[in-house]
């Protein structure tokens, strides 16, 4: 008995003790299994720590460099001045972002293919009962020869202005003689720029016009040559030249251009215009040429604007105008204007603020998109060599993508009769220009005055004079403003600039920029222009630049002449005359670079 309790018991300690062992490998292997879980996790936390210390470090670098490079918001508003806030900081920050260009144009009041109660004006150049025809008043043996100056349209002035002078002067008018010496260096003669025949052959009841000088006793008659004051009226040729040509029987007027007075008697200036709107056409060859340019444009779009953009080295050069090209551009221009040699001193900012100079191909862009003109817009561009090339153009190209001239849209074998020769080229650009729906000028010079007259006289089609003067200011503070409040701006500033009725008073500018004379008015435009006269008057006091419109466009002409060196020497020879018969004082003899 006792040895089987005592063998039950050393079994139940025996057992005991097995069980001891197993849990205490049990316990080993669990403290193994967490000392390794511990190892892991802590690995884990020391990468995590890592990549949070990273970042945590490239932040607090971004911050200082932030506060080192930007002053504090704070710092601003207490350290700088409220007007240099308001004007800098938050206008650059807010037009940045409001003053964007659309790509469609804006709102007009008007169409912008038409101009403002045009139907209600023609033109009307038909001479009245007591005009006195060729055949009554031409004397025997008595002829005018005439040397016009200048390029294309300056000569085209003188050309008109010579038929008149005929007939003042009661003497048969030899077709006259083309520049062929000028800056421009056209060899063309009169019969092949203008059809000779048609020219002679409309005239014939007004002045008796021939071809050559006749001979004198079977000998070739040498003309005495002389000249005659700028703007010279009737009485001063009846005064100056008259008794000369009575003497000699047969004068030259040299460099005759803008040689007759504005102001004549009505039967006077509605010759000029038939002279220049009906008898003086162009050769068949350039007419042809012409319209075929006009139908390719037309094949483009319905509607298209013509554009003479006058941004050449030699135009810039000339008015001594700066657009920010640094010392390069006033060597390049400063070395061209040295080409004249009685030119004043220019002061760039000067001519900016009074409008002389050309916009930029930029700025006409955006006063157009301003007028309403989208980017689907075609351009025809009439131009030369521009200054700058393609880098000045690319942001008038960017608003207006669709732009052409005569080398794009016709071929170099199509315009080879044309091209070796400067008129001939004006010319087909002048067709263009006169044919567009819209015609936009850059400056006020020869091309431009005689278009705009010649576009008045047929209709009234829009013509865009930009108002540089006040464009100049607004220009310069775009950037401070929204498009909106920009294009409200530019529609006000260029009322009385757009070609309308009556846009000019009477006698304002030059006549053939301004045929008032040849203008007549539709029965009921008394009681229309009544109706209207609330809307003219609200226009009117949009920037109040309607009334301002004459005296800013008037042409300066001493202002804007070439200077010649060879100055009539026959100019003592003259006799005395009353100054009174003068319309401004005698100047130097001049040669206009804005001739086209």
Not at 184 to 199: M, Q, T, Y
Not at 304 to 309: E, K, Q, S
Not at 387 to 416: D, M, R, V
Not at 506 to 519: K, L, Y
């Amino acid at each position: 008995m006792m040895l089987t309790n005592l063998k039950q018991l050393m079994f139940s300690l025996k057992m005991k003790r097995k069980k001891r062992e197993r849990n205490n490998i049990l316990l080993h292997g669990s403290n193994d299994i967490c000392v390794e879980l511990n190892r892991i996790l802590w690995r884990k936390r020391h990468r995590i720590f890592s990549l949070v210390s990273f970042v945590s470090g490239c932040l607090i670098l971004l911050l200082f460099a932030v506060s080192v490079f930007s002053p504090p918001p704070a710092a601003n508003l207490l350290f700088l001045p409220p007007h240099y806030l308001a004007r800098k900081e938050i206008a650059a920050v807010e037009s940045n972002a409001v003053f964007q260009v659309p790509t469609i144009g804006g709102d007009l009041d008007r169409g912008l293919w038409s101009t403002s109660r045009s139907k209600l004006y023609y033109g009307c150049s038909n001479a009245s009962n007591k005009f006195q025809t060729a055949d009554m008043k031409t004397y025997p043996n008595r002829y005018l020869l005439i040397s016009t100056s200048g390029g294309l349209n300056q000569q085209r002035t003188g050309i008109v202005d010579s038929v008149v002078a005929a007939y003042i002067l009661n003497a048969t008018l030899v077709v006259p003689r083309l520049d062929q010496r000028s800056y421009w260096k056209d060899a063309s003669g009169f019969a092949e720029i203008f059809n000779v025949d048609r020219f002679i052959s409309s005239l014939s009841r007004d002045v008796k016009i021939i071809k050559e000088l006749p001979l004198k006793e079977g000998k070739p008659w040498i003309p005495r040559r002389m000249a005659v004051p700028r703007k010279c009226n009737e009485r001063c040729y009846q005064t100056r030249v008259l008794p000369v040509l009575t003497k000699k029987q047969a004068i030259e007027l040299r460099k005759f251009d803008y040689r007759l007075s504005n102001r004549l008697e009505t039967d006077l200036q509605k010759l000029r215009c038939r002279v220049n709107y009906h008898a003086l056409t162009f050769t068949d060859p350039i007419l042809e040429m012409g319209k075929l340019l006009v139908e390719r444009m037309r094949m483009k779009a319905k509607h298209f604007i013509a554009l003479h953009l006058r941004f050449e080295p030699d135009m810039l050069a000339f008015t001594g105008c700066y657009y920010g090209g640094g010392d390069k551009e006033r060597r390049e221009l400063g070395k061209i204007r040295r080409r004249w040699k009685a030119l004043h001193a220019s002061n760039p900012e000067k001519m900016r603020r009074q409008g002389r100079c050309p916009l930029t191909p930029e700025e006409i862009g955006l006063m157009l998109r301003a007028l309403g003109f989208g980017s689907d817009v075609h351009i025809y561009v009439a131009s030369g060599e521009i200054y700058g090339g393609e880098e000045t153009l690319a942001p008038l190209k960017a608003l207006f993508p669709n732009f052409h001239s005569k080398e794009t849209i016709a071929t170099e074998a199509e315009l080879a009769p044309f091209s070796s020769f400067s008129s001939r080229m004006a010319a087909l650009d002048y067709i263009v220009c006169d044919e567009s729906d819209v015609f936009v000028s850059n400056n006020n010079g020869n091309m431009v005055r005689m278009i705009a007259g010649r576009r008045r006289y047929f209709g009234h089609k829009p013509t865009i004079r930009p108002n540089a003067k006040k464009l100049y200011k607004l220009f310069m503070a775009r950037n401070n403003m929204t498009w909106e409040e920009f294009a409200t701006k530019v529609q006000a500033f260029q009322v009385g600039f757009m070609g309308a009725p009556k846009e000019l008073k009477p006698g304002r500018g030059e006549f053939h920029e301004n045929p008032t004379s040849c203008i007549c008015e539709t029965k009921g435009t008394e009681t229309i222009q009544k109706e209207t006269q609330e809307e003219d008057h609200e226009n009117d006091n949009n920037g109040r630049d309607t009334a301002e419109v004459n005296d800013e466009q008037d042409p300066i002409e001493e202002d804007l002449d070439w200077i010649e060196d060879d100055y009539s020497d026959n100019i003592k020879d003259l006799p005395d005359t009353d100054s009174n018969v003068l319309t401004k004082q005698e100047q130097p003899e001049v040669e206009e670079l804005f001739s086209d």
